[in-house]
């Protein structure tokens, strides 16, 4: 591996050498160390036989390294932990850690937030290369990647958090906290390996990625974590590598704060183990990808294109989403893949053609050894994709496809409070949705302008699957929208796949000193 010193001397180099500018120079340096890699064996310093990993290669486990540093996290106000929603798990972290909210520990990494941009992700990264939570020891060092241009921390900074972080779990007494929750912990990690068939997808992941067997894949419930996943990756030419994946609370959690997946969630952890190498590709192409993908992207939505975040994040989860579709094509059916790509073709329009491409690559895996290797031939698709006839095409059959859908698309049949109340009752309450059929335990329910209601305790189904409940706390003379399913954001399906019309709730609640509420 490149370290991030000798790669930014290599850019610098090559711009004084070009005249090229700083992102020109980094592409041509990052692909031809790539091309480098996918060209020449890998020469590990190891024995190969060192590298291999032996028995399963996808582990279902807890990681309170991760609880640990969230914990951390949530004290110091971090977004993606201190807005999770309430449960018995948040309720038991802050009281027994809420004194310890200014411990040189937090206030530690508040200045690293602050000063040197040492975010979520970098926090996790730091998480998994400590030993355990018992030493809290560095295994290997941590500091940021070599593209994380936003980062200006550094080994020394992770050091001092480590050395702070020892002293925290001492003092909080966090052993007593984990004891008390390890048995939740393993719970949760097997109801999730329950909800999928391990060894299908240690196989897929292994072969699609051409890893032969040379990363160790972890997947792990986080407890503490408001966003749906994070993904982190670590290279050693020592040992097998390392590829994590931790799911959120916004999969979906019990009462207890217990994260909760859904059926059929094979395809999602798929696309989420692939979704840092396909984020990297693009960012390795973005000088080509972006000009091509104007036309494309102006026909979904403008922003997409004009964010750069936003459409590096849309193109990327597109790829993602072909390959799920092609990950149901090998280990279910081909109708299967079909009604994934029916699911998502709505947002990303080019999904059809883009899944038959990468079929082309498991095909000819002698040519393109790993996804990197084939990438170029993703390139030119987006390249011949902007032109005018092959666009008209695709979204002509996509409004075929939006028509043929919204015929077979579960409905809500009643919503309490009615949809469009007046004069609704403020304080604790309860949104009941009723569905006309009954609807897998997946959800995405959206904030839509007006406010948002504050979710307090649960949303789920009851046992017939047609009825959800939103636990809710409601202000007084306030508008509330709610949209369950979006363009973008599909997760209200039956459990044939279809997915729910989008659909806007709203309603307001009564003056505080006003008459009789209206239900």
Request: a neutral charge.
């Amino acid at each position: 591996m490149t370290t991030h010193h000798d790669f930014k001397t290599r850019v610098r180099a090559r711009m004084t050498k070009t005249g090229e500018s700083y992102c020109t120079a980094r592409l041509q340096v990052a692909t031809e160390r790539e091309r480098l890699v996918v060209s020449s064996p890998r020469k590990p310093s190891a024995p190969v036989n060192m590298r291999r990993v032996n028995g399963p290669l996808l582990r279902i486990v807890p990681d309170p390294r991760y609880e640990l540093v969230s914990v951390l996290a949530r004290l110091a106000n971090f977004r993606d932990c201190s807005e999770v929603r309430h449960n018995a798990y948040v309720r038991d972290v802050d009281a027994t850690f809420g004194p310890f909210r200014d411990h040189r520990a937090v206030q530690t990494l508040r200045r690293l937030e602050n000063e040197r941009g040492f975010h979520y992700g970098h926090l996790i990264d730091f998480a998994v290369k400590l030993v355990d939570t018992e030493t809290l020891a560095e295994r290997m060092p941590c500091a940021p990647a070599f593209w994380d241009r936003r980062a200006s921390w550094n080994e020394e900074d992770a050091k001092a958090l480590a050395v702070d972080l020892r002293t925290f779990a001492a003092d909080s007494n966090w052993a007593n906290f984990e004891q008390r929750w390890s048995s939740e912990f393993r719970q949760a990690a097997h109801r999730l390996e329950s909800a999928i068939e391990p060894r299908i997808l240690e196989a897929w992941l292994d072969d699609y990625l051409g890893t032969r067997r040379t990363t160790r894949f972890y997947l792990t419930p986080a407890f503490l974590m408001q966003a749906q996943f994070y993904s982190t990756i670590i290279e050693s030419a020592e040992r097998a590598d390392e590829h994590y994946l931790f799911l959120g609370s916004s999969c979906g959690a019990d009462q207890r704060g217990s994260p909760v997946v859904g059926e059929n969630i094979a395809p999602e952890l798929a696309m989420l183990f692939l979704h840092l190498r396909t984020n990297a590709e693009v960012s390795i192409y973005d000088a080509t990808l972006r000009p091509a993908t104007r036309a494309v992207f102006s026909l979904v939505d403008g922003e997409w294109y004009d964010d750069y975040e936003k459409w590096h994040a849309n193109l990327a989860r597109s790829i993602q989403l072909a390959i799920g579709a092609r990950f149901l094509a090998t280990t279910q059916s081909p109708e299967a893949a079909t009604a994934w790509v029916d699911r998502h073709v709505l947002d990303y329009f080019w999904l059809k053609p883009l899944a038959a491409l990468t079929a082309e690559y498991e095909a000819h895996r002698s040519r393109y050894p790993n996804l990197h290797a084939f990438f170029p031939r993703i390139v030119t698709f987006f390249e011949r994709l902007g032109a005018a006839e092959q666009l008209g095409k695709l979204q002509r059959a996509r409004g075929a496809t939006r028509k043929r859908l919204a015929t077979v698309a579960p409905r809500i049949v009643t919503f309490e409070p009615p949809n469009g109340a007046e004069n609704v009752e403020a304080g604790a309450t309860e949104i009941k949705i009723t569905f006309d059929r009954t609807m897998a335990d997946r959800k995405a329910i959206v904030q839509v302008g007006y406010e948002f209601p504050k979710i307090v305790d649960w949303v789920r189904f009851d046992e017939t699957g047609t009825v959800l409940t939103l636990q809710v706390q409601l202000e007084a003379e306030t508008e509330y929208a709610i949209a369950f399913n979006t363009e973008r954001f599909l997760g209200f399906q039956d459990q044939a796949g279809h997915c729910l019309i989008p659909t806007t709730y709203r309603f307001r609640t009564a003056a505080r000193t006003g008459g009789a509420p209206t239900r």
